[in-house]
């Protein structure tokens, strides 16, 4: 690993030497004795089926501005993409130009030496403009590591139509949801709400609202294992045991998706990169005012979801590392994230795009801004994915009934404490 470092380090002194240079090949691209941007950037978007079309058609628009240069747009399943990355950058071999990264892989990357900062480059274009929640996923050691691309957390979509045919209320708690599902299943048989069993990160929301959290940076304390770890598994099962939540343990993105588009569950806890596909269900595809989206419920001491998002990073050992800048403005400028929003629904990281009409009037911009200026930022730390495997590990236990809620906390506590050395 440390060998795949040095040698990754090397290469991105040399790709900068030879742009500082001005050479001209464009078989590794740089710049041409004019100048002009040449050569070819790839770009691994790690955007879902919903998106990846868009995506790619606004990828291929830095072609129109840069003709000589050709933009090799490669979708990779976010399931995937850390580890396909991490293969890549530390062999030295295959490694995109630039990267989506999702916000808590940023930290990662750069410790192993896999980023290029982008500090002082064209690629941090009018970085005062950036929400400052978003920025800051994208620092590591002092140092910018990515460009904020969007920003997004968690909240409650529910189908208007179900609600008001059993006659409940938005809930804003999740008491109100559990009330609100035993009605709805009286009403007509369905479930109220389907809950992620398989994805550690959908225990966040749950965790907050009891008061609590993974950890404690500033003192480099664990605290997921303090009660209010155990009290959110707590109030997770109880929904599952009381039927008025559906769970899984695999595949749970799509088998969410499918029974809420389709109008198995009247409620769900998802992002905004779910929009498009649940106006494709047939519960909404007709009558795309039925979809509504609310803040996430609350739990016995507030209400709070997590910070997300995209950012994107250039490779350090690209050979082509001023296009890739380039090419990171051009994907984090005001005006794509205003077509990314129009297109997508998706939350702008500039302060600027929330002033452009299209933007302001976009009804799930509306819903989810108070959402992400009350989101509850993670922990920016090289580790911070790896938290949400001993997360998932023990999400399948509880709520399997295999293991206790208070036991679950404390097998995520001790986890971490093994993995962060320095963390009591």
Partial sequence: MRRGIAATGLIAALAMTAAACGGDDEGS???????????????????NDAEKGAYEKIAKGFEKLHPDVEVDYVNVPFGEANAKFKNA?????????????????????????????????????????YLPQAAASTKFKGKTYAAPQT??????FYNKKMLKAAGVDVPTSFDEVKSAAKKINSKSGKTGLYLRGDDPYYYLPYLYGEGGDLLDTKNKKVTVDDPEGAKAFSVMKDLVDSKAAVTDASDGYNNQLNAFKDGDVAMALDGPWSIEGALKGKEFKADKGNLGVAPAPAGSARQGAPQGGWNLAAYAGSENLD???EFIKY???????????????????????????????NQMVQFFKPAVEKSVQRPWIPEANALFEPIRLQLEKVLSGKSSPEKGAQGIGDAYRKLLKDYK
Wanted: glycine residues 8%; charged residues 20%; negative net charge.
């Fill in 29 to 47: 691209g740089g710049k041409k004795g004019s100048g002009e941007l040449s050569g070819t950037v790839t770009f691994w978007d790690t955007s």
């Fill in 89 to 129: 950058a530390g062999g030295n071999s295959g490694a995109p130009d630039v990267m989506r990264t999702e916000v808590a892989w940023t930290q990662d990357f750069a410790s192993l030496g896999y980023l290029a900062p982008l500090d002082d480059t064209v690629a941090l274009d009018k970085a005062d403009d």
């Fill in 151 to 156: 920003i997004d957390t968690l909240a409650l």
């Fill in 323 to 325: 296009a890739s800048y």
């Fill in 331 to 361: 994907m984090s400028s005001a005006k794509v994230q205003q077509q990314t929003t129009e297109q997508l629904s998706l939350l702008p990281t500039r302060t600027s795009v929330y002033d452009v009409k299209s933007v302001k009037d």
